[in-house]
């Protein structure tokens, strides 16, 4: 029983003395290094079984922060009734209604002039395309560029024959790989739209929770650089949300003054396209491209390139940079290194991620001098 006990007579019984401690002990610092290592395994654990869904779960995330003070305000609006997930429900609903909107007035765009371009690819098949006027009183180049169209893009038996050398199963496996990645993309933000329901309805249970474990790691520091971060996710969006929607309108006006074809399908998809990593320029060349083929006049073709890249480079470099960093309380040189870096690190999600860094940085470096500002 003594032994049960924790103690054991001594030799000549005249006391009771104390067991030996373990040969290997464990105190409190050794179990928390030891939790600790444990944590970090699982964390590690858990990240590599969701790898494929991580991307989705931190746009959930990201969509979720940025639109909290909205979705508040309609979730208070809603009549929910008694069930808590008809707010979140419909409000991610709207989200995926206004993500997908531009995207399928695009399509819907790009369909009603399917009917013109299958015209102008007949009559290039049947009379190739015409030298526009401008081209032969081009300097210099001129005099060599107006014989070389009319001999090859002009002529529409040379045309007919660069098309029968074109690679018809390299341009199936092209299409292939495109369905297959677009198939992937849509499975992806379905995730996304199912991440958002969940974040969305548990939104104020995570966000104590993250308070709180921010808090028993960090202390009161922690928790400052949880807010910090959301205002920098909040103010990252709504600036390259607003950037990319007045890049886009200014750039529409040029496309209806120099008469590209179907100005509003462009307009739409330099806005939509604004907020990729040179989606913007791609929609403004390819405008280009199209007037010049369409008989545009060469100032009027070389206006456009010009207004739409002096804008494209204000927006990116200068209005967009001043929008998040206004907002987030960042320097204009943190937020310009946050969006440039974060996209070549992670694609487009850095162009969020990025200056959310940074401002998590300020806010370390902050908090480490002593000072707020």
Do not use: C
Not at 170 to 186: C, M, N, P, V
Not at 291 to 315: D, E, N, P, Q, S
């Amino acid at each position: 029983m003594l032994r049960h006990a924790g103690l054991e007579s001594n030799d000549g019984g005249r006391g009771l003395r104390p067991l030996e401690k373990a040969a290997l002990p464990f105190d409190s610092r050794a179990r928390t290094v030891a939790r600790a290592a444990i944590a970090i395994l699982v964390v590690l654990l858990a990240a590599w079984v969701a790898r494929d869904f991580l991307v989705a779960l931190t746009w959930a995330a990201v969509i979720a922060i940025a639109v909290w003070p909205i979705y508040i305000r309609f979730a208070i609006s809603v009549p929910g009734g008694r069930s808590p997930a008809v707010a979140p429900l419909l409000f991610t609903f709207l989200t995926g209604l206004v993500l997908l909107v531009p995207i399928a007035l695009a399509v819907h765009q790009i369909a009603q002039g399917s009917d013109a371009f299958a015209r102008s690819l007949n009559q290039v098949q049947q009379s190739g395309i015409p030298v526009p006027a401008w081209l032969a009183r081009l300097p210099i180049a001129g005099e060599y560029l107006d014989p070389w169209w009319r001999t090859n893009l002009g002529n529409p038996e040379v045309l007919v024959d660069w098309l029968r050398g074109v690679n018809t199963e390299s341009i199936t496996a092209w299409t292939s790989t495109l369905g297959g990645a677009l198939l992937h993309r849509l499975v992806v933000f379905a995730f996304t739209l199912v991440a958002l329901f969940l974040v969305l309805r548990d939104g104020a249970w995570l966000a104590d929770r993250a308070l709180a474990t921010a808090g028993h790691l960090l202390g009161h520091p922690g928790q400052r650089l949880v807010r910090k971060i959301a205002g920098a996710i909040r103010a990252t969006v709504s600036g390259t949300v607003a950037a990319a929607i007045v890049k886009g309108a200014v750039i529409g006006v040029a496309y209806f003054l120099t008469g590209v074809p179907h100005p509003l399908l462009f307009t739409m998809l330099t806005m939509a396209l604004a907020m990729v990593p040179l989606g913007a320029w791609a929609t403004l060349a390819a405008a280009v491209l199209i007037l010049l083929v369409h008989g545009g006049t060469w100032w009027v073709v070389a206006g456009l390139a010009g207004f739409g890249a002096t804008t494209l480079l204000i927006g990116e470099n200068l209005i967009q940079p001043a929008l998040i960093g206004g907002a987030a309380r960042l320097p204009f040189l943190l937020v310009l290194i946050g969006i440039i870096g974060g996209m070549q690190s992670f694609g487009l999600l850095g162009l969020f991620l990025g200056p959310v860094i940074m401002a998590a940085l300020l806010t370390i470096w902050r908090e480490w001098i002593g000072g707020e500002d």
